[in-house]
């Protein structure tokens, strides 16, 4: 029996459907071509080529072809030469990774030889190579002017760096107070008092928003954003300067000036400020300068712009915060709560409300909720962006947008290393009268906050720096063996990496070493904190209470306007 034949489906439409569907074809045609229109966009007119009636055409048509074929000839080459430094790379690899082979066979002695390679090679960015540049600028500096933030002097002050310099017999050291407009004008006349006792002092307050030699004169987009109606002017420079002529006259010689200092306390800005040019790069951000720079003032003085001071890692949570040379992007969450709780419990609580203007808190996770709530900062959801908050608080405390000021001891108790032969041995070869009426004239000219507006803040005394560069090397080693199971497993893992992304981990892990003790002290205040948040707040804020001098939150003040600052210092 047959099989009946299967039609295949009719694919003949009614003419209704057939019209309707060629209608809307056309509809979105034209509407396609509406908007080109209104975007302004043409077809592509196609090459018309060389007209027959054209005189020497041929001619032109043979410039072409060559042209096409030069062309072609030089991607070849091109493409030729890449393949050539493809298989370089590959013949270098497979070597380098014979190597390794090698000297693993060959046992643990190997392997150390070979980090000791790489570990000479310093990044700029680590601690060691920031102590390098440090002693560099010590060891050519005849006369040594240590920066120090108005705010907060006896903070910025550093025992190690003071102590080389007077131990070292022929080096002057001064004390350059700056950013003195942001202290009420008796707190400023205070210090000057104080500190002018055991060093020669020098008032001075950086110009902002120096234009460089090579900026043309157009605003560009990020330029139009900064406030020019702030004043630019610099105060003290004259003083500084004289000061410094007249130790070029007892020397009989050309000097150099060392500047040095912790971060953000305006050492780039001041050197610009002498020099009258944008010469050295500032910014906000902490460690901007990395290596020593040399700037020319005049035919006798040359200024030497310093690394940052680092901070060393005993030091307490307060120096940390404000003093550290790490950046607040790259630190942990726990080091900025810390650093954060550490700022409020030496602040007066009712001038913190006042200047933030927000209600009362009780502790520093409500101060930063409330404020992240005020400024906007949420993530999804509208939750409260407390990491971001808290580290856009320390940039602005260290920066000069708050007005803050801490009162200098009651008596004057002389460091050991200082004797009054060694204050005497300093004030030599400078005229103190004339320094004095100098930072007079500068203190008059300038305008202050209100002591009211300025918050009262407590001092933690001097902070400890690291200078030499073998301390920094001692620190790292006595962390190594916490690691070392991580980074056995870490080369297993990376064996079959190019050898410059090796040494870019091995660089890596360095700065993690270096910096793993400052981790670990910090890490080991919060302990059980996951477990129980309560008893270790309880237990911190009893700590921090003890150990630490801190004014009462309760303390009363003045109620008034806060003083606002939008300068750039470094």
């Known amino acids: ?293 040399i700037v020319h003032i005049d035919k006798q003085t040359k200024m030497l712009d310093s690394p940052s001071i680092i901070a060393d890692p005993s030091n307490n949570a307060l120096a940390l915060a404000l003093r550290s040379i790490i950046n607040t992007e790259e630190s942990g969450s726990a080091d900025v709560f810390e650093g954060v709780d550490a700022i409020l419990n030496h602040c007066s609580k009712q001038q913190v409300v006042m200047h933030y203007s927000i209600p009362d808190f009780k502790n520093t996770e409500e101060f930063l909720t409330l404020l992240a709530q005020k400024r906007g900062m949420l993530k999804k959801g509208g939750v409260p962006d407390i990491e971001n908050i808290a580290k856009v608080l320390l940039c602005d405390w260290t920066g000069a947008k708050i007005s803050y000021h801490s009162q200098p001891p009651e008596s004057q108790r002389l460091p050991p290393y200082l004797t009054e032969d060694k204050i005497a041995e300093m004030h030599e070869c400078f005229k103190l009268k004339i320094l004095e009426e100098e930072n007079n004239n500068t203190v008059q000219a300038l305008k202050y906050p209100s002591p009211a507006s300025s918050i009262v803040f407590q001092s933690a005394g001097m902070t400890d720096g690291i200078i030499e560069e073998n301390k920094v090397i001692e620190e790292a080693s006595e962390w190594e063996n916490m690691e070392t199971s991580q980074e056995g497993e870490e080369e297993e893992e990376d064996f079959t990496e190019s050898d410059d992304d090796q040494d870019d981990v091995a660089e890596e892990e360095k700065d993690v070493k270096e910096e793993s003790k400052a981790d670990v002290t910090r890490k080991a205040k919060l302990g059980n904190g996951q477990t129980s948040p309560t008893n270790s707040e309880k237990q911190m804020a009893e700590s921090e209470h003890s150990n630490s001098l801190s004014i009462s939150l309760d303390n009363t003040a003045d109620e008034d306007d806060a003083y606002d600052f939008n300068t750039d210092y470094v």
């Open 1 to 293: 029996m047959k099989r009946p034949k299967l039609r295949k489906a009719s694919k003949r439409l009614t003419c209704h459907k057939r019209y309707k569907i060629q209608k809307k074809i056309r509809e979105h045609h034209r509407k396609v071509r509406k908007e080109a229109k209104k975007r302004g966009r043409k077809k592509p007119k196609k090459d018309p080529g060389v007209p027959s009636a054209a005189p020497f055409k041929e001619k032109l048509l043979r410039e072409a072809e060559q042209r096409k074929q030069r062309l072609e000839e030089l991607k070849q080459k091109q493409k030729l030469n890449r393949q050539k430094e493809h298989e370089k790379r590959r013949k270098l690899e497979a070597k380098k990774n014979a190597a390794k082979i090698k000297e693993k066979a060959g046992g643990k002695e190997s392997s150390g030889k070979s980090n000791a390679k790489t570990n000479k090679l310093l990044d700029k960015n680590s601690k060691k190579s920031f102590c390098r540049e440090l002693e560099k600028v010590i060891e050519a500096s005849d006369v040594i002017l240590e920066v120090l933030d108005a705010r907060d002097p006896m903070g910025c002050r550093c025992p190690q760096l003071e102590q080389a310099v007077t131990c070292s017999g022929d080096k002057k050291l001064v004390l350059v107070l700056n950013k003195i407009d942001l202290v009420p004008k008796e707190n400023l006349e205070k210090w000057l008092n104080y500190l002018k006792k055991e060093f020669p002092t020098v008032a001075f307050k950086s110009a902002t928003l120096m234009k460089d030699r090579t900026m043309r004169e157009q605003l560009t987009r990020r330029r139009a954003r900064v406030d020019l109606s702030r004043t630019t002017e610099r105060f003290g420079s004259k003083c500084l300067l004289k000061l410094l002529q007249e130790h070029v006259k007892t020397q009989n010689k050309a000097i150099q000036v060392g500047v040095v200092g912790f971060p953000n306390v305006g050492k780039s800005s001041m050197i610009n400020s002498l020099k009258g040019v944008r010469a050295c790069n500032v910014g906000l951000a902490r460690g901007v300068t990395k290596s020593m720079q």
